[in-house]
DNA sequence: CCTTGACCTAAAGTTAGGTTGAGATCGTAG
DNA sequence: CTACGATCTCAACCTAACTTTAGGTCAAGG
């Protein structure tokens, strides 16, 4: 436990603060998402800013991204010195912008969902749900015929 | 391709019909959400309902469900007989719950972050991202201090 | 000085959801 | 009968996000 008036903090007390396991912190530094100074043991010295930092990535991930995607959100926060409300504030926003996103296309499958129950169509020709695009963007293998499409022979 | 006439169909032609992989086919099997028979000569016969259980599987996947989850779903349908548009709806009524979950889950998320921009709590004491409950089920390591809790020494 | 606990590195292991490769067999067209 | 593509099994490999293990070092208390 170091006192408030030491600048630099172990890993073990960010890990204790933050509740992220040691091997973890040591795991986001090798991904770049924390950069550690060293004392001249070649011990871990971290910021005391960086507990906000390491709370960003647990919140970031509860949303659902990915660890490279938190590491282009950190990358916008200023180097040399301590983030402030507007610059948290700032990659909040962007970060909100993902979400909604998210939101929204699952709320249009579930919106087809529903149309599927309702019209039983999850066992007929036109089910809704049959979506190429996303199929094709993702892997590029071609067409994938979904739930009852082409189903004339099933 | 079997003639209208077959009642069962090979690896390779429902993977050509749901653009899903050989490979993940096979995966599919070793993982109980498909039952193939075998032929005289070890070869798996599939039923042409399979191409169905098949969609059903991808378009689950898409909502995020796990292998597993999804394997939930399937047992639910009946054993001896090809299932029905009621059997199909039964189990996506089932399904529609968890997505609703999600997307609820989701929007709170949302609107906390919301209320972190606004009022830049992301900086401050009482950020209502601080979630114990969640950490504490999901991985029993005890209380995460999320994005500012506890900042006083910061 | 000695012990003990926190810390170090590098490499291997873990789970999910598959893919890839090797080597052998099946099945069908010519 | 012979080819040749489709299938077969089994084992190894892949990514993400970490954890575990092994073997060794640092730092603080007594």
Redesign the pocket.
Known sequence: MPSIVEKTI????L?ERTG?????L???ES?NLLF?E???????RFLRADIRRVSF?LIA?QFG????QIKEQLDRLPQGRTPTKRDWAKISTGFKRHLDAKITALQAMRDKLDGCIGCGCLSLKSCTLYNPQDKAATKGTGPRYLMGDRSQDI
Not at 65 to 68: E, G, P, V
């Open positions: 172990s890993i073990g007390y890990s992220v396991a040691v091997s973890a040591r795991y986001y991904q550690p060293r004392n001249s043991g070649g011990q871990r990535i991930q991204f990915s660890i490279a």
